[in-house]
């Protein structure tokens, strides 16, 4: 395992049980807050695979590689993922006023 | 054994952090605990980056994941953690839908991440067409894994460059139209308003209104 050189696949696995510790997070969590840090846990998934595919070294093919492109988009995910959470822990703060709970669960007033 | 690979093991070590954190952000109900777990997963992560040769963007992910929007959801722990909301547990059911996603996502997500030989690393992708010069260019590469992603070091400089319009690791003269190549000057100044926008609107949002009001749950 450690003499093997590390290629893009075992970034793609480890971004994989990111995003899947993301995703179950989203859905078992019943904390506003809790399912903000799956949404983070997912969008850091996608930086890492973004990050693995922009780097020559890891695959065969070396100019089938993202190079510079994929920094940046890595860069621009990890803005928008700073403004999702602040927009979204204000929704949650505003909702924990009026409601006086963080339990989504609770969150039926606009439920038909 | 004299040829351990140090980069394959830091590797590994960064990545058991990353999904072993990021799993215990999922079992644990303490939501403090969550947080915490939360800020290893993501310093994991970062190691990941700065092993891919990505220095910037590790230093990036520190600094605004890891110090700024980690602060962020820890204020927003701190100020609505009161006695029943710290742990919320959550039913059976969510937790049976839960497994089941794991399952289906994980038997799609790996075997499509194994399947592309050229994925595989410098040395294990191109067993099936091995000459001995190709042979002795893979473990070249075998040998200095390390050397060789440093050597492909995106600089701060391209960055920068590539963000205000100018793209310095294109070739220039491929452009037959007389076009130089584009850089990325409008996402970047997208976001910079964007930014501008999510800030007032935050701001706006969790404004301290009115005193809050007695609930009408139990």
């Known amino acids: 395992m450690f003499t093997q050189p590390i290629g893009v696949a075992h970034y793609l696995v480890v971004g994989a049980i990111l995003f899947v510790c993301g995703i179950v997070c989203m859905t078992t969590k019943r904390n506003t807050i809790g399912i903000l840090m799956g949404v983070e846990l997912v969008l850091s998934a996608a930086i890492l695979n973004f990050v693995a595919f922009s780097q020559p070294a890891f695959r065969v093919d070396q100019e089938a590689s993202l190079g510079i492109d994929g920094h940046v988009f890595a860069l621009f995910a990890i803005v928008l993922a700073a403004a999702e959470a602040a927009v979204a822990l204000a929704i949650a703060l505003n909702y924990y006023n009026n409601h006086s709970t963080i339990d989504v669960d609770r969150a039926q007033d606009l439920q038909g | 054994m004299d040829n351990i690979l140090w980069h394959s093991v830091f590797f590994w070590a960064f990545a058991v952090i990353t999904c072993g954190f990021a799993v215990m952000v999922v079992l644990s109900d303490n939501i403090v605990r969550m947080a915490v777990a939360l800020i290893f997963s993501l310093s994991g992560a970062a190691g990941l980056f700065l092993l891919a040769g990505a220095d910037f963007v590790g230093a990036m992910q520190l600094m605004i994941y890891v110090g700024g929007t980690l602060v962020l959801l820890i204020f927003g722990v701190m100020l609505t953690a009161q006695g029943p909301f710290i742990s919320l547990k959550a039913g059976s059911g969510d937790w049976i839908i839960a497994v089941v996603m794991v399952g289906l996502s ?113």
């Open chain 2, 106 to 218: 994980l038997a799609m997500l790996l075997p499509m991440a194994w399947s592309v030989p050229d994925w595989h690393g410098p040395a294990m992708g191109a067993s099936e067409t091995k000459t001995t010069k190709q042979t002795a260019l893979q473990e070249e590469a075998e040998a200095d894994q390390e050397t060789v992603v440093v050597e492909h070091n995106v600089s701060v400089t391209e960055i920068g460059l590539s963000l205000v319009g100018v793209r310095t690791d294109l070739n220039q003269e491929d452009q037959e139209s007389g076009q130089l190549p584009e850089g990325y000057l409008l996402p970047f100044e997208i976001v910079s308003v964007h930014l501008l926008v999510i800030l007032i609107g935050a701001a706006y949002l969790a404004r301290a209104k009115r005193p809050r009001k007695p609930t009408k749950y139990p």
